[in-house]
């Protein structure tokens, strides 16, 4: 099956292009490298050297004989996706294109501004592309589990049954995101929904959460294939952060009181759960969304977790509650429902002690490419 994987110079989407290409898929790129320049512009870099993406992939090819194409170009430009689409005739198409940190989206007017232009004009572009000439072709397209917030009750996948009047509906379940980011994914939502009920499209809209961990079998197989891991104050989220912030011996980052409860998924389930996506499509017409986790986890308590597992390999690992730069509830219900891929064969990676020894470790052997400058968070969600 030929697969366009869109944002595949990314953290999900170079995991995913090589764990698709490994298992036979027809893999092709399409990015704009535009996530190498925004680390430019802020001055930040990833804490593993990232080989350029033709480097990657002629790498990948010469060990494994499999061959990615690649189109270098902006999914805003329609005639630009457009063509690569005719080129490349996907039958699937994995969308994780997009702007996709909430503090960069609340830098200023301007940055939420591009965000939002860039994540709902591109998903845009693309169900047009598709209604156009592919209306066959299923997109799965990465979504976020920021899209429902936090709400004083249970989570469902998606949609939510309601009874109102003594009238009853299965309706979108509501949405409360806590970022111009997170609203951009969920305006990709109500325009993908809008598009597969009028045109018949078929698509997946995957509620991801937060993603940790580096490893992957492909991505480790080389140093040359090895995936990007944030650790700054923008693009760096909250388990990986606190295992480079261990390894430098900087204390822990925790925003105000850390009951923040979200849900995590190693990445080695990212890339299944890319598959299971792919190889159980939509219906025609169907919107379907996964909520993509495999567990929740408080942020105080993912501080505790690194720690333990710090301290256990000769680490001193202090833990800080700083002054929180979001606004965001710090203590809260948080129950949501995850059953679908795993009904479809997810076997999740929990969060191990192994797996943060080895993200610890991981972190210390790169540790000399840190800039301590970027670890404190820069961006407030607050006026003035
Ligand atoms: O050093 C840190 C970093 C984060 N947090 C807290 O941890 C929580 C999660 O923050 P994050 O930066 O790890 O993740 P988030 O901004 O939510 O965004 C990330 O996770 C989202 C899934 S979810 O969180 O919405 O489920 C994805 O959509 C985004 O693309 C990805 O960047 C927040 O309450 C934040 O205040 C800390 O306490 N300390």
């Known amino acids: 099956m030929k697969v366009l994987v869109i944002g595949g110079d990314g953290y999900c989407g170079w995991a995913t292009a090589l764990y698709l290409s490994n298992r036979g898929y027809e893999v092709g790129i399409l990015d704009n490298l535009i996530r190498r320049h925004w680390d430019d512009k ?37 005639e630009f996706l457009s063509k690569t689409l005719h080129k490349f005739e996907p039958e699937a198409i994995v969308h994780f294109g997009e702007q996709r940190s909430a503090p960069y989206s609340m830098i200023d007017r301007e940055h939420a501004v591009f965000t939002q232009v860039n994540n709902v004009v591109g998903t845009l572009n693309i169900l047009y592309a598709m209604k156009e000439d592919f209306p066959d072709s299923h997109l799965v397209k990465l979504g976020t589990m920021g899209e429902y917030g936090t709400p004083n009750i249970d989570i469902e996948e998606g949609y939510i049954t309601i009874e109102h009047n003594g009238r009853k509906d299965t309706l979108p379940y509501p ?13 990709d939502s109500h325009n993908i929904h809008f598009a597969c009920k009028i045109w018949g499209l078929r698509a997946t809209d995957l509620n991801q959460g937060v993603v940790y961990g580096v490893l992957t079998e492909e991505t480790g197989m080389d140093e040359m294939l090895i995936n990007r891991l944030d650790y700054d104050g923008v693009f760096g989220t909250a388990l990986n952060r606190f295992c480079i912030q261990a390894a430098i011996g ?15 998924l190693d990445i080695r389930d990212t890339v299944r759960c890319m598959e299971i996506a792919i190889a159980n499509p939509a219906e025609a017409g169907q919107f379907r969304v996964f909520n993509q986790f495999t567990e929740l986890f408080s942020i105080g308590d993912l501080a505790m977790m690194v720690k333990k597992a710090g301290v256990a390999i000769g680490l001193d690992v202090e ?18 429902k995850n059953t679908k891929l795993l009904d479809l064969g997810l076997q999740p990676h929990y969060l191990s002690d192994s797996l943060l020894d080895s993200l610890l470790n991981f972190a210390t052997k790169y540790k000399d490419r840190v800039d301590m400058n970027q670890i404190l968070p820069t961006v ?3 006026r003035g």
Do not use: M
């Open 250 to 264: 900087h204390p822990l980052t925790v925003y105000g009181k850390g009951g923040q409860t979200r849900g995590f």
């Open 175 to 187: 949405k409360q995101p806590g970022s111009f980011y997170h609203l951009s994914k969920v305006h």
């Open 42 to 78: 802020l001055g930040v870099d990833t804490l593993t050297p990232i080989a350029p993406i033709q480097q990657r992939i002629r790498r990948w090819q010469e060990l494994t004989g499999k061959s990615i194409d690649l189109f270098v170009g902006d999914i805003t430009n329609y």
């Open 380 to 382: 407030s969600w607050r």
């Open 319 to 336: 833990i800080n509650h700083l002054q929180n730069p979001r606004v965001e509830l710090e203590e809260h219900y948080f129950n949501a």
